[in-house]
């Protein structure tokens, strides 16, 4: 049985607004779960009627079975971390750790073991002594996380913890929370509108707009297989090219090139002739020049960033403009023209008025 539930969660605030619609998943228990999209969607409302810091305005949501609409936070047995880690400024590593479980009336030999473990899993036994004024941003964060995990919850909820980190430390930390989700083994929901973060820490990731979901799967899912446009441009970066056209002659025009989308479509494409279609695919999955079972274009290239690992080549075709990813030492000269080619598996065609895509 699943250990979290939620069946058609639906959230209306008080002035009317419907932030959140029909959200409905099942969670394993011990599965790692991200929340990702664009500010405003309605990640943090979903998650702090989880959490039961808000109400539920309709919908059910069950623990373990058992209906926990009405349960208080406490009874839910959950810990969060928020992004925004106030720390007791006067409070050593170990205080602040321990300031959970001394308000709950622990004795002090159980909390002493706690916190030496969790500080353990964290990285901090060498820090206990320290006020958080001595530690640096990614040190302060995990004393937020221990103080978050010393108690022994079975689902842990995460709203954007790293957003005060810098770049390099957010790297860093994002292996360690992976890190010790496993250790703990709790059910970890995360939120976050990095896309990045969430392709790297999920077992599974919601995808949200709007207050709607998208879709729900593994990283893998999200990015070889998006049910629509948003999805498709918001997994991956650069983010998918998409190019708009109408069928004509069971073709769409892109530049000077004509493409065949029976290639795709098979006999379905009588079904598009004069409507548009939305061609998709991605910076990467592009070969320079002519490929057999591809689609192959002609671009004039605009601009080229070298960074390191590849190079993305900012290209024209006609009035449409679009991203490729190549390898470095295959970057051509602006002011060029280049040929280049998308294998038919990698391209990706969606319904322009529904923006779903085409199976
Ligand atoms: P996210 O976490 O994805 O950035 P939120 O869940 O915080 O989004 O917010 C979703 C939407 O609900 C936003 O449009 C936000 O302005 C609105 N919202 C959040 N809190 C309240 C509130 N207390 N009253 C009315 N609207 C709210």
Known sequence: MAYLTLKNINKIYPNGYHAVHDFSMEMEKGEFIVFVGPSGCGKSTTLRMIAGLEDISNGEFLIDGKRANEMGP????????????????????????????????????????????????????????????????????????????????????????????????????????????????????YVTHDQTEAMTMADRIVVMKDGYVQQIGTPYELYFKPVNVFVAGFIGEPPMNFIRATVNGGAITVGEKKLDLSHKLGAKVSEYEGKEIIFGFRPESIKLGAADQAYVLDADVELTEMLGDNTNVYIRMGDLQSILKVDPHDTPETDTNIEFSVPYENVYLFDAVTEKVIE
């Open 74 to 189: 406490r009874e839910r047995g959950v810990a969060m971390v928020f992004q925004s880690y106030a720390l007791y400024p006067q409070m050593t590593v170990y205080d602040n750790i321990a300031f959970g479980l001394e308000l709950q009336g622990a004795d002090e030999e159980y909390i002493d073991e706690r916190v030496r473990k969790t500080a353990a899993i964290l990285g901090l036994t060498d820090y206990l002594d320290r006020l958080p004024r001595a530690l640096s941003g990614g040190q302060r964060q995990r004393v937020a996380i221990g103080r978050a995990i010393i108690r022994k919850v079975g689902v842990f909820l995460m709203d954007e913890p790293l957003s005060n980190l810098d770049a390099k430390q957010r790297v860093t930390m994002r292996s360690e929370i992976t890190q010790i989700h496993r250790e703990t083994g709790a059910t970890t929901i």
